[in-house]
């Protein structure tokens, strides 16, 4: 491995140091320390990230349809995926024994 290549090794503040550097953070109006309640209002990035959690779960499954019925629906533009669950969804409701 070359010199360029190794990481240099972090050195961590002494006490000291430490207490130097969180006065002088204080003095510095543009970096306050956060209140309880905004801390209390914080989210993790995590949990930011992606598409929103549905309240319906829905269940990846592995379906083999005839291709006029994937043209058709495709054929209906961005969202036929949702719009199959639909109409599928509609059919069980009307042919459900329970219903």
Not at 28 to 34: M, T
Not at 36 to 48: E, I, W
Not at 65 to 75: A, Q
Request: proline share 6%; glycine share 4%.
């Amino acid at each position: 491995m070359s010199t360029m290549m190794k990481r240099s090794k972090v050195q961590m503040p002494s006490a000291q140091e430490d207490r130097a550097i969180t006065a002088a953070a204080k003095l510095d109006p543009d970096a306050q320390p956060l209140t309880s309640q905004q801390l209390k209002a914080m989210v993790p990035m995590k949990a930011l990230r992606g598409r929103p959690k549905s309240e319906n779960k829905k269940r990846l499954v592995s379906v083999r349809y005839s291709p006029e019925v994937i043209d058709y629906f495709k054929s209906t533009g961005d969202g036929w995926q949702s719009l199959m669950d639909t109409v599928l969804r509609q059919y069980v409701a009307r042919h459900s024994r329970s219903a």
